[in-house]
C-alpha cells in the first residue's frame, strides 16, 4: 500500500494528499502532521517505513468538506485520491490479496472550487494566470464558479495595480520568469504559449476564430494558454465551465493602484476584513450574485460616460418607484446562486439540488421578466437586459416534469425524478413498495405464527432484511422445521432470515438497483441539457446580478438621501453636502443616545482652482474629507448613486490617494521610503483627467526634509501634473504656496476651543487654519494636564525664536517654481554634451552607431 501512496504522492506534488480508505481520507508523513495541526485533529501512526512509525491522520469522507474548507483557507492545495475501483473488482482482477487501484481524481485548491459550502456567497473567487511576452504582461482571471473569464494585458509595472484589483484566490505564472509574484504557483513553461492559449479557447467555444469574442494580444493568449493548461491539470483533464473570454481594454476603467485601494478600502477595510469597507457600506444586493458583480463594478469604476449614464438611469428609475423596488428584491432575494449551480453542473460535480436550483432560477427569472416588461418608460439597460431573463421554456418545463420540488444533494439513493417522468420507473418504484408494505404484513403475520409480540422486521446495511426476536424467545425459531434461519446472536437478540422475506427483500432490491439506474440515467441527461445551453443560462444569471446591483443601489440611495451624480466631460468636482459613507454608518451606529452625526462638507475643485491644501488640527476631520470625494467619484463612475446632496463629477482617468508613512503603520512596512515611491508614481501618472488626494504626504521624515518635499510635490501636481487634488497638511508654513500657485486655494476643518475645551467641528472652511491645535488635540487625547503644561511652555519659546528668524519657510515664497528640476535638465545636457565630445565615431561599428543614436535620442526626449 505504502507503494501506491507514495507513488500517488510523487504525482500530487507539493499538494497535500488525500488518500481513500473505506469511509476515510487519510493523511500520512509530513501531510499528517500539517493536517492534524491546522484541523486540531488526532494524529495517529500506521506502521512503519524506513524504521520509523508513520504519522496519519484522517477524516470522514461524508464530513470531508468542512476539513476541506479549512485547509484551504490555511493556504493548503489538496489532491484527492479515490478508489477507482471496489473491493470485489480488486479481486476479480488480482486475487484476495489485490490492492484496490487508487488514482488522483481532482485537485482542491483555493483557486478552482465550486462547492457551494467552500465558496463565500458574495464574493468572487479568481485563478489568475500571468506570463511575460515581450516585456507585456498577459494576465488571465477565471472565476470558474461562474465560468467568468477575462483577459488583459498591461505593462510590468502596472502588475500589482491589477492583481489588486482582482483579488484573487491562487495565481499561476511560468517556473521559469523570475520576476513572478512571490506567491504564484510555477507551472511549466510551455503551457504559456499563445498558440496553445489560442487553441485551447478556440476547441473549448468550438469556433475557428477568437474574432468574434474581442481583439487578444499574444501575452492575454499566452496567459489564457497557462491558465487552460492549469485547469484541465487541477480538473484530471475535465474542465469546469469557461465562458468566452472577454478582453478587458485598460482605458476602459478608472486605473487606481494598489496603494490607492487599500487607503480607500474599497473591498477590505485595513483590517483584512470585509467589515468597514466601502462594499460593505454600499452593498443592499438580496443575492450573492449581484453581490459579486457590484464589488467587481467597485473595483472596476467605467471611464466612459455612456456606460455609467445607462446604470444610473437603471437605478434612479428604480429609485423612483419604492413600490416595484421592494416587489422586485422580494423576488430576487428567493433566487438561488443560478451562476454557481451552473458552474458546478458543467464542472461534473451538480447535484438534483443543483438542478432544482436551474430550474427554480430560471423559472423565477422569467417571472421577472413578465412583471417588468408590463412597466413604462424602461430604461435602456433594462431593456437591453430583459430578453436574457427569458428564453428558458423547453429547459424549465422540462425540469419542472423531471424532478421532485426539492431534490436531494446526493444522488446515491435516487429519488429525485418526480414521479410520472418516466412510467418504467414508476413501475419500478411501485414494485418496491409493493414488496415494502408485503414485508410490514410478514412482520404481522410472523408475530401471528410465532406468538412473539416482541418480534421485529428491520434492516440494515450489512444483513438487509431480516427478523429480530428477544434471546430469550428465539428457542422456536431455532427448530429446524420452523421455516426461520439463523443469522446473527446479539447480546440480547436474535435474528433470523425466512423465505418469504428474502424474496421480497430480493425484489426490493432488484427493483431499486434498477431504478437507480434509472435515475442516473436522466440525471446524465438533464446536466447534458443544462451544458448544452450553458451560455444563455449563465447570461440569465448575469442579467439577474446587474438587476440586482441596480436594486441595491437604488435602495441604499433612498435608504441615505444619495444623489444621483451629475456625470461632465470638464475637469471639475463640484459637491455639496457630500458624505463619508463609511464614517457615516459606524457614526450613526455607535454613540450613545443615537450616535453622532457626520457633518457633510462641500468641495468644489474647477481646472482654475483644481488643488485644495486643507489645513487643522488632527483629528479634525482632513482625512476623512479627503476619501469622501475619493468615494463618491468612485462609486459616481461605478454607476451608482452618491451621498451627497448634489454632485457633480467630471470623468477621472486614475485615481490616487496617498497617506504620509506614519498614519501607514499597519501595514507593517512603514518606510519614508513607501510613502515617497507611491508619491513618484502619481507625479510620473497622474494627467490632466486624474483626481488624486494626498494626505498628510511628508511626514514619515524629520520636519525640514518633509515641509521640503511637501512644498515640492504640491508644486509639481499644481504645475505639471495639473490634476484635480486634495491636499491635507498640518505643516502650516505649506499655505504660503496659495502665493505662488494660482489654481491653488486654503481650507482648514474648523475647530474651536470653549471653555479650555477643544470643540472639533468636522466643518471645511475657506481660508487657511489660524493656528495649530496640537496641544488641545494631545489634551483631548488625555495627556496629563502638567506634561500638556509643559508642552505649551516650550512651543511658546519655539514660536518666538521662529518668529525671529522669519519662520521656518521663510524665503522658500521666493524659490522659483520647478528650480530643482531645471537644475535636473542642466546635469542631463551636460552628461549628454560630454558623451558627444568623447565619442570615437570611427571605432564604432554601424550597429553600434545606430544603437546609440537611439540610446541619445531617448535621452534627449526625458528632458522634454
Ligand atoms: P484628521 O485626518 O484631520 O486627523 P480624521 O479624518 O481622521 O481626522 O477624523 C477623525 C475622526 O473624526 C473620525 O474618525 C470621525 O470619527 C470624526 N469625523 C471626521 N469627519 C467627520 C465629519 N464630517 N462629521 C463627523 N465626524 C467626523
Same mark, same amino acid.
Given at each position: 500500500?505504502? !507503494?501506491?501512496?507514495?507513488?500517488?504522492?510523487?504525482?500530487? $506534488?507539493?499538494?497535500?494528499?488525500?488518500?481513500?480508505?473505506? %469511509?476515510?481520507?487519510?493523511?500520512?508523513?509530513?501531510?499528517?502532521?500539517?493536517?492534524?495541526?491546522?484541523?486540531?485533529?488526532?494524529?495517529?501512526?500506521? $506502521?512503519?517505513?524506513?524504521?520509523?512509525? +508513520?504519522?496519519?491522520? $484522517?477524516?470522514?469522507?461524508?464530513?470531508?468538506?468542512?476539513?476541506?474548507?479549512?485547509?484551504?483557507?490555511? &493556504?493548503?492545495?489538496?489532491?484527492?485520491?479515490?478508489?477507482?475501483?471496489?473491493?470485489?473488482?480488486?479481486?476479480?482482477?488480482?486475487?484476495?490479496?489485490?490492492?484496490?487501484?487508487?488514482? +488522483?481524481?481532482?485537485?482542491?485548491?483555493?483557486?478552482?472550487?465550486?462547492?457551494?459550502?467552500?465558496?463565500? #456567497?458574495?464574493?468572487?473567487?479568481?485563478?489568475?494566470?500571468?506570463?511575460?511576452?515581450?516585456?507585456? +504582461?498577459?494576465?488571465?482571471?477565471?472565476?470558474?464558479?461562474?465560468?467568468?473569464?477575462?483577459?488583459?494585458?498591461?505593462?510590468?509595472?502596472?502588475?500589482?495595480?491589477?492583481?489588486?484589483?482582482? *483579488?484573487?484566490?491562487?495565481?499561476?505564472?511560468?517556473?521559469? @520568469? !523570475?520576476?513572478?509574484?512571490? %506567491?504564484? +504557483?510555477?507551472?511549466p513553461a510551455r503551457d504559456f504559449a499563445s498558440d496553445k492559449g489560442e487553441a485551447g479557447l478556440k476547441e473549448i467555444h468550438g469556433v475557428g476564430t477568437l474574432d468574434g469574442f474581442g481583439l487578444f494580444t499574444r501575452a492575454m493568449l499566452a496567459a489564457a494558454g497557462g491558465l487552460v493548461a492549469y485547469l484541465h491539470h487541477v480538473g484530471r483533464g475535465k474542465l469546469p465551465l469557461l465562458l468566452p473570454p472577454v478582453a478587458r481594454a485598460r482605458e476602459a476603467h478608472l486605473a487606481m493602484d494598489e496603494a490607492t485601494r487599500a487607503s480607500l478600502e474599497i473591498l477590505v477595510a485595513s483590517g483584512g476584513t470585509r467589515r468597514g469597507s466601502l462594499v460593505e457600506a454600499v452593498d443592499r444586493c438580496v443575492t450573492g450574485a449581484g453581490a459579486r458583480q457590484l464589488a467587481d463594478d467597485l473595483s472596476a469604476p467605467l471611464t466612459d460616460r455612456k456606460g455609467i449614464e445607462e446604470r444610473l438611469a437603471l437605478v434612479a428609475w428604480l429609485h423612483d418607484d419604492a413600490l416595484l423596488r421592494g416587489d422586485l428584491r422580494a423576488v430576487l432575494r428567493g433566487l438561488p446562486d443560478l451562476g454557481r449551480a451552473l458552474g458546478r453542473i458543467v464542472a461534473g460535480r451538480g447535484s438534483p439540488r443543483d438542478l432544482g436550483q436551474l430550474r427554480?432560477?430560471?423559472?423565477?427569472?422569467?417571472?421577472?421578466?413578465?412583471?417588468?416588461?408590463?412597466?413604462?418608460?424602461?430604461?435602456?439597460?433594462?431593456?437591453?437586459?430583459? #430578453?436574457?431573463?427569458?428564453?428558458?421554456?423547453?429547459?424549465?418545463?422540462?425540469? /419542472?416534469?423531471?424532478?421532485?420540488?426539492?431534490?436531494?444533494?446526493?444522488?446515491?439513493?435516487?429519488g429525485y425524478i418526480a414521479e410520472g417522468y418516466d412510467a418504467a420507473l414508476d413501475e419500478l418504484r411501485r414494485i418496491s413498495g409493493d414488496a415494502r408494505r408485503a414485508i410490514a404484513a410478514l412482520e404481522a403475520k410472523y408475530r401471528d405464527q410465532t406468538g412473539i409480540a416482541a418480534l421485529k422486521v428491520r434492516h440494515n446495511g450489512v444483513l438487509g432484511y431480516f427478523i429480530e426476536v428477544p434471546a430469550g424467545r428465539a428457542d422456536a425459531l431455532m427448530a429446524p422445521d420452523s421455516g426461520f434461519t439463523h443469522r446473527q446472536t446479539m447480546?440480547?437478540?436474535?435474528?433470523?432470515?425466512?423465505?418469504?422475506?428474502?424474496?421480497?427483500?430480493?425484489?426490493?432490491?432488484?427493483? &431499486?438497483?434498477?431504478?437507480?439506474?434509472?435515475?442516473?440515467?436522466?440525471?446524465?441527461?438533464?446536466?447534458?441539457?443544462?451544458?448544452?445551453?450553458?451560455?444563455?443560462?449563465?447570461? !440569465?444569471?448575469?442579467?439577474?446580478?446587474?438587476? %440586482?446591483?441596480?436594486? $441595491?443601489?437604488?435602495?441604499? /440611495?433612498?435608504?441615505?438621501?444619495?444623489?444621483? #451624480?451629475?456625470?461632465?466631460?470638464?475637469?471639475?468636482?463640484?459637491?455639496? &453636502?457630500?458624505?463619508? #459613507?463609511?464614517?457615516?454608518? /459606524?457614526?450613526?451606529? &455607535?454613540?450613545? *443616545?443615537?450616535?453622532?452625526?457626520?457633518? /457633510?462638507?462641500?468641495?468644489?475643485?474647477?481646472?482654475? %482652482?483644481?488643488? @485644495?491644501?486643507?489645513g487643522g488640527p488632527n483629528m479634525g476631520g482632513k482625512s476623512t474629507f479627503l476619501r469622501q470625494n475619493a468615494l463618491i467619484v468612485l462609486l459616481a463612475q461605478a454607476g451608482g448613486f452618491v451621498p451627497a446632496a448634489r454632485a457633480t463629477v467630471g470623468l477621472v482617468d486614475r485615481l490616487f490617494s496617498r497617506v504620509g508613512a506614519s498614519d501607514n503603520l499597519a501595514r507593517g512596512r512603514s518606510t519614508f521610503m513607501v510613502e515617497m515611491v507611491e508619491t513618484a508614481a502619481i507625479l510620473a501618472q497622474a494627467s490632466e483627467r486624474s483626481f488624486v488626494i494626498l494626505d498628510e504626504v511628508g511626514r514619515g521624515t524629520s520636519t525640514y526634509d518633509g515641509l521640503a518635499l511637501a512644498w515640492a510635490v504640491v508644486e509639481a501636481v499644481h504645475g505639471s501634473n495639473r490634476c484635480r487634488c486634495l491636499f491635507a497638511t498640518h505643516y502650516h508654513e505649506l499655505t504660503r504656496l496659495a502665493q505662488s500657485c494660482e489654481a491653488l486655494s486654503l481650507h482648514h476643518v474648523r475647530a474651536r476651543e470653549w471653555k479650555g475645551e477643544l470643540v472639533l467641528l468636522h466643518e471645511v472652511a475657506d481660508g487657511p487654519a489660524d493656528r495649530s491645535y496640537g496641544l488641545a488635540v494631545a489634551k483631548l487625547a488625555g495627556v496629563p494636564a502638567p506634561v500638556v503644561a509643559r508642552a505649551r511652555a516650550v512651543l511658546d519659546r519655539l514660536e518666538k525664536t521662529r518668529a525671529e528668524s522669519g519662520g521656518l519657510a521663510a524665503g522658500l515664497g521666493d524659490l522659483p517654481l520647478f528650480a530643482a528640476a531645471m537644475e535636473h535638465q542642466e546635469e542631463v545636457v551636460d552628461a549628454l554634451r560630454e558623451r558627444l565630445f568623447a565619442l570615437d565615431i570611427d571605432a564604432l561599428t554601424p550597429r553600434e552607431a545606430i544603437d546609440l543614436l537611439y540610446e541619445l535620442k531617448r535621452e534627449a526626449q526625458s528632458l522634454s
Open positions: 500500500m505504502m !507503494t501506491q501512496y507514495l507513488a500517488l504522492k510523487a504525482e500530487a $506534488g507539493d499538494c497535500m494528499l488525500f488518500y481513500r480508505m473505506g %469511509d476515510f481520507f487519510e493523511l500520512f508523513f509530513d501531510d499528517a502532521k500539517q493536517a492534524a495541526q491546522i484541523l486540531d485533529i488526532a494524529l495517529t501512526s500506521r $506502521g512503519e517505513h524506513l524504521g520509523v512509525p +508513520i504519522p496519519m491522520c $484522517g477524516v470522514p469522507v461524508h464530513s470531508a468538506e468542512g476539513y476541506l474548507a479549512r485547509l484551504i483557507k490555511a &493556504g493548503c492545495r489538496v489532491a484527492i485520491a479515490e478508489q477507482i475501483e471496489s473491493p470485489e473488482q480488486a479481486k476479480t482482477r488480482g486475487g484476495s490479496k489485490a490492492l484496490v487501484a487508487r488514482d +488522483i481524481v481532482r485537485f482542491v485548491t483555493a483557486g478552482t472550487l465550486t462547492e457551494e459550502a467552500l465558496l463565500e #456567497p458574495r464574493r468572487a473567487n479568481l485563478l489568475v494566470a500571468l506570463c511575460a511576452v515581450r516585456g507585456q +504582461i498577459g494576465i488571465a482571471a477565471c472565476d470558474i464558479s461562474t465560468g467568468r473569464m477575462e483577459l488583459e494585458e498591461c505593462s510590468a509595472d502596472r502588475v500589482g495595480a491589477a492583481l489588486a484589483r482582482l *483579488g484573487a484566490s491562487e495565481v499561476v505564472a511560468p517556473e521559469d @520568469w !523570475t520576476d513572478a509574484p512571490l %506567491d504564484a +504557483i510555477a507551472r427554480d432560477g430560471l423559472s423565477e427569472a422569467r417571472r421577472i421578466h413578465d412583471h417588468l416588461a408590463k412597466t413604462a418608460d424602461r430604461p435602456d439597460l433594462l431593456e437591453a437586459l430583459l #430578453p436574457y431573463l427569458t428564453g428558458h421554456g423547453a429547459l424549465t418545463d422540462l425540469y /419542472a416534469r423531471a424532478l421532485v420540488p426539492s431534490p436531494p444533494t446526493e444522488r446515491g439513493q435516487g447480546a440480547g437478540a436474535v435474528r433470523f432470515n425466512a423465505l418469504a422475506l428474502h424474496e421480497e427483500a430480493s425484489r426490493i432490491a432488484e427493483a &431499486g438497483g434498477h431504478a437507480l439506474a434509472a435515475e442516473e440515467s436522466h440525471f446524465e441527461d438533464l446536466v447534458a441539457r443544462a451544458v448544452a445551453a450553458r451560455h444563455a443560462i449563465a447570461a !440569465t444569471a448575469q442579467a439577474l446580478a446587474r438587476i %440586482d446591483v441596480a436594486a $441595491g443601489q437604488a435602495e441604499r /440611495a433612498a435608504e441615505g438621501g444619495w444623489c444621483r #451624480p451629475a456625470i461632465v466631460d470638464e475637469a471639475v468636482l463640484d459637491i455639496e &453636502g457630500g458624505r463619508h #459613507p463609511v464614517v457615516e454608518a /459606524a457614526l450613526a451606529a &455607535g454613540g450613545r *443616545g443615537g450616535g453622532d452625526r457626520f457633518v /457633510a462638507n462641500d468641495c468644489h475643485l474647477i481646472p482654475q %482652482d483644481r488643488l @485644495w491644501l486643507v
